[in-house]
Nanobody, 115 residues
Framework: QVRLVESGGGLVQAGGSLRLSCAAS????????MAWYRQAPGKQRELVAD???????NYGDSVKGRVTISMDNAEATVSLQMNSLKPEDSGVYYC?????????WGQGTQVTVSS
């Protein structure tokens, strides 16, 4: 199994930036994709971005052009650089590691964007 630990959340003003990081430990060699999801109160969980171990990123429509996901395969870490943040970007951000036989989720880190 894989354990994920997120860091980097916090409070930021609209227009600001945050960088989230996630470190994976355990059977990281089986991971094929890592992703960030978010969930705001009263809303469904949504994909922010994901990236394959081959380095191909995919972004949710609401964040395209403002967010960059990157992964260090050797260190088994994934980062999410978020710029031009908006209040609607607020929520709990979860790191996810996908493998052929499991998905692992982190505990989540809170991001709050004030207007």
């Amino acid at each position: 199994q894989v354990r994920l630990v997120e860091s980097g959340g916090g409070l930021v003003q609209a227009g600001g930036s945050l960088r989230l990081s996630c470190a994976a430990s355990g059977t990281t060699g089986s991971i094929t994709t890592m992703a960030w999801y978010r969930q705001a109160p009263g809303k469904q969980r949504e994909l922010v971005a994901d990236i394959s171990t081959a380095g191909h990123p995919n972004y949710g429509d609401s964040v395209k052009g403002r967010v960059t996901i990157s992964m260090d395969n050797a260190e088994a870490t994934v980062s999410l650089q978020m710029n031009s943040l908006k209040p609607e970007d607020s929520g709990v951000y979860y790191c996810v590691a996908r493998a052929p036989v499991f998905d692992a989720w982190g505990q989540g880190t809170q991001v709050t964007v004030s207007s």
